[in-house]
């Protein structure tokens, strides 16, 4: 397996514009995670899917993001308008979702991408 | 909410030797799910080890070891026989039985010496 796999893995961007971070979790996974790296909060969820549906975005820091999952293989991060504040590591993770054997519900991440505001 | 600390910003060791990182948790829960994460340069998270609260065995992955102190809240992680490759940023988080989500310490960042 490919792992999970994000795009583009860097993107520089201007204050104001659209951006969207796009995830491909692993095959037969149905839990997906997105979260964000930054130097003065460390790693935070923002949103996480189960069975393609939303079920906490509590971390979605303001409407400006948006998050979409249209299918079990493909998932979306969008900033509209993007502020310079928003530049960090945006990270995609996936497992198999709420079953109980730890071993079946580790999550797995990918690479990152590296959004930069200016 | 549960909350996960990591007290050392940095560590360093010597190559071939032994280094311990430290993590303790907050949690009003019994059972959960206890992770160490290493994100090398390359920025991929990559998992390291894991611990179930319920087990009292502390979990062994070849030269990586947890210290799992379930009273103390407590979860350190031993990297025994330290190498080159082992230099990263290390992470422990904390997953609820009743939920998905992983709970992040600050991180850890540790630097092998030749």
């Known amino acids: 397996d490919a792992g999970v796999i994000q795009s583009p893995r860097h993107e520089v961007t201007e204050m104001g514009q659209e951006v969207t971070l796009r995830c491909k979790p692993i095959s037969g996974h149905n839990s997906l995670f997105w979260y964000r790296q930054t130097m003065m909060r460390g790693l935070e969820l923002l949103i996480y899917?189960?069975?393609?549906?939303?079920?906490?975005d509590s971390g979605m820091p303001e409407d400006r993001f948006s998050a979409k999952m249209p299918n079990a293989s493909f998932s979306t991060l969008k900033i509209q308008p993007s502020e310079p504040r928003d530049s960090a590591v945006y990270f995609c993770?996936?497992?198999?979702?709420?079953?109980?054997?730890?071993?079946?519900?580790?999550?797995?991440f990918g690479a990152g991408t590296r959004l930069s505001v200016l | 909410a549960q909350t996960v600390t990591q007290s050392q910003p940095e560590m360093s060791v010597q190559e071939a030797e032994t280094v311990t990182l430290s993590c303790t948790y907050d949690?009003?829960?019994?059972?959960?799910?206890l992770f160490w994460y290493k994100q090398p340069p390359s920025r991929q998270m990559i998992l390291v080890i894991r611990q179930e609260a319920y087990k009292q065995q502390n979990a062994t992955e070849n030269r990586f070891s947890v210290n799992f102190q379930k009273a103390a809240k407590s979860f350190s992680l031993k990297i025994s026989d330290s190498q080159l490759g082992d230099a990263a940023m290390y992470f422990c988080a904390y997953r609820s039985n009743a939920g998905n989500m992983l709970t992040f310490g600050g991180g850890t960042r540790l630097m092998v010496k030749p």
């Open positions: 993770a996936s497992s198999l979702g709420l079953v109980s054997v730890i071993a079946k519900n580790i999550q797995y």
């Open positions: 899917f189960n069975n393609n549906v939303p079920i906490d």
């Open positions: 949690t009003s829960e019994s059972d959960y799910y």
